[in-house]
Every structure is written in C-alpha cells, then in structure tokens.
C-alpha cells in the first residue's frame, strides 16, 4: 500500500530552494533528467545517482539514488549492487575525508516507491537538541526544514561541491562521468 505522507510517494514537492515538482515517481524524475536537485548530480553512474537531498536542506545528506524503478535491494542485479554499495562507501568517506561529518547513517525502506539510500551526516546539534538515533531523522529533518536560511543554502551547495570534487579526484577516477 502506498503511503502518500512517505517521502517520494507523494506526486510534488518543494525542494529547499523553493522550486515545486510535480511527478508519478520523484526517483525516476530525478534519474531522466525531468527533475534538477539542487547543487547538480554529484555522481552518475551506469545504474546509480549521487546528489543532496532535494527536500532537507542539511549539508552532506546525501540520496544514493538507482536508476531502474525498483523499491528493493532484492530486486537489484549484481552489478547495481556492487554499484550501489560502491557509491554509498565513497559517499560516505568522502564525508568523513573532508571533515564534513564523522558519523552518518544510512536508511532504507521499502515503504519508498522508489529505492534510494539516504545517507544522512551525524552533527553534534543534532545529538544536543534531539538526542542520537534513528528515531530522531525525521524531527530533524523537519526542524532543518523550518530554519533554513541563505547561509545553510550556500553551506549545503558548498559541500556539494566539495563533495562532487572528491569523487572526480579520488572515488572514481577515470571511470567518473562529470555532468
């Protein structure tokens, strides 16, 4: 059963720069080009995208986004899972390499109509105003929300790119696709 209040089950959104989408599925969207997250693709791969989250504005929360419309990691080919897994390792210490975070976590459900991985950065006022664990992500997310401003906006695109860099230099090397 889909739930319409689950992230990217709805049919639009507002992404943190305030630019509406309209869609059938936020994940396919994002994947043929239909829709442009800010800050740009950080990465694309043969099966996988790599970018911010559209929604959240919170520097280095990151969505691993595969390319093929499925809702689970069983219904992966092997070569989407070596991708997948590949992509989120890099993510991952591409956020800890550049000091941008030193912990994440990493969330999937099935509930998605679309499979995607949030790989979400662990900050300190994170842990002060809400506490530490999963339960908190979505309080979080909503308080990041409601306080957005231009320098969180300008962090969030920085890291973008910081994070973009990375990945052309040392993730992937000749096999990076730059778009």
């Known amino acids: 059963?889909?739930?319409?209040?689950f992230a990217g089950n709805s049919e639009s959104a507002i992404d943190f720069l305030g630019k509406k989408?309209?869609?059938?599925?936020?994940?396919?969207?994002i994947s043929n080009g239909d829709i442009k997250i800010p800050g740009g693709i950080i990465y694309e791969g043969k099966h996988t995208l790599?970018?911010?989250d559209p929604i959240i504005p919170i520097p280095g929360?990151?969505?691993?986004?595969?390319?093929?419309?499925?809702n689970s990691f069983s219904q992966l080919d092997k070569e989407e899972r070596y991708e997948i897994v590949n992509v989120i390792s890099y993510a991952e210490k591409a956020l800890k390499e550049l000091h941008i975070t030193e912990?994440?976590?990493?969330?999937q459900e099935e509930r998605s109509k679309h499979l995607h991985v949030w790989i979400?950065?662990?900050y300190k006022?994170?842990?002060e105003k809400f506490g530490k664990g999963i339960k908190y992500l979505r309080d979080i997310s909503e308080y990041a929300k409601k306080n957005v401003n231009?320098?969180?906006?300008k962090e969030i695109l920085n890291t973008i790119e910081k994070i973009r860099k990375y990945f052309e230099e040392q993730a992937f090397g000749d096999t990076y696709q730059k778009l």
């Open 1 to 5: 059963m889909k739930d319409k209040n």
């Open 21 to 29: 989408w309209n869609y059938e599925c936020m994940g396919c969207a």
């Open 50 to 52: 790599l970018g911010a």
């Open 61 to 70: 929360f990151l969505i691993v986004n595969v390319k093929r419309h499925v």
């Open 103 to 107: 912990e994440v976590t990493l969330v």
């Open 120 to 122: 979400f950065p662990n």
């Open 125 to 127: 006022w994170m842990t």
């Open 150 to 153: 231009e320098n969180n906006i």
